[in-house]
Nanobody, 124 residues
Framework: QVQLVESGGGLVQAGGSLRLSCAAS????????MGWFRQAPGKEREFVATINWSGSTTGYADSVKGRFTISRDNAKNTVYLQMNSLKPEDTAVYYCAARVAWTNSRYSSEYAYWGQGTQVTVSS
């Protein structure tokens, strides 16, 4: 089992940047596919980005492609989401999630472990 704790959220103006971190407990972090999801008020949780165990394969939602970058440091048991050129529509609670598998996934139902979320607010 793994526990996930997100940090790095906050309030930023449109066009600005934030870097989210997700620290994982446990000794087998390198075995997990990691993902970032977000949920805005009144909307369903949606996929943002995913990264495989080695960091060699990533995937992004079309809405964030070219602006967000997912990465991981297995020595630090941490996954990151660098968010640039932020827009008001990026405002949401951002969650990291872990999947016990070798392949990436865009589907929240395929992730077994979730963090508590961190709020990102982008002002116009």
């Amino acid at each position: 089992q793994v526990q996930l704790v997100e940090s790095g959220g906050g309030l930023v103006q449109a066009g600005g940047s934030l870097r989210l971190s997700c620290a994982a407990s446990g000794r087998t972090f390198g075995n997990y596919v990691m993902g970032w999801f977000r949920q805005a008020p009144g909307k369903e949780r949606e996929f943002v980005a995913t990264i495989n165990w080695s960091g060699s394969t990533t995937g992004y939602a079309d809405s964030v492609k070219g602006r967000f970058t997912i990465s991981r440091d297995n020595a630090k048991n941490t996954v990151y989401l660098q968010m640039n050129s932020l827009k008001p529509e990026d405002t949401a609670v951002y969650y990291c999630a872990a999947r016990v598998a070798w392949t990436n996934s865009r589907y929240s139902s395929e992730y077994a472990y979730w963090g508590q979320g961190t709020q990102v607010t982008v002002s116009s």
